[in-house]
């Protein structure tokens, strides 16, 4: 994998922690000592992810490379005159 890949699944790992903070945070309620904790830490995992990002200039810019379509339509012939086909000899000459 790519270095973009890798953080954008980190990425997406953390946003999908994040949501499950939240949930036990409505189940548990946020007062206690450990559910504080835990949204802490999960808050500091999404700063530092930012700040890695950011850290490299390449990385925040990183994006994946436009995608090429080809058609499925047949090539123009003309494009193959001028070479020979490969592996099979001239076109006016005969294998033995």
Known sequence: ???YD???SAQRSLDELLRYVKRLEQQL???GLEMRRVRVDAD???ESLALLKE?????AKAKRPDLVSIPDTPYDNSLWTDSDDEGLGARDRHAP
């Open 44 to 46: 500091r995992l999404r």
């Open 29 to 31: 309620g946020s007062g």
């Open 6 to 8: 890798e953080l954008a």
């Open 55 to 59: 850290a490299d200039p390449g990385l």
């Open 1 to 3: 994998m790519s270095v």
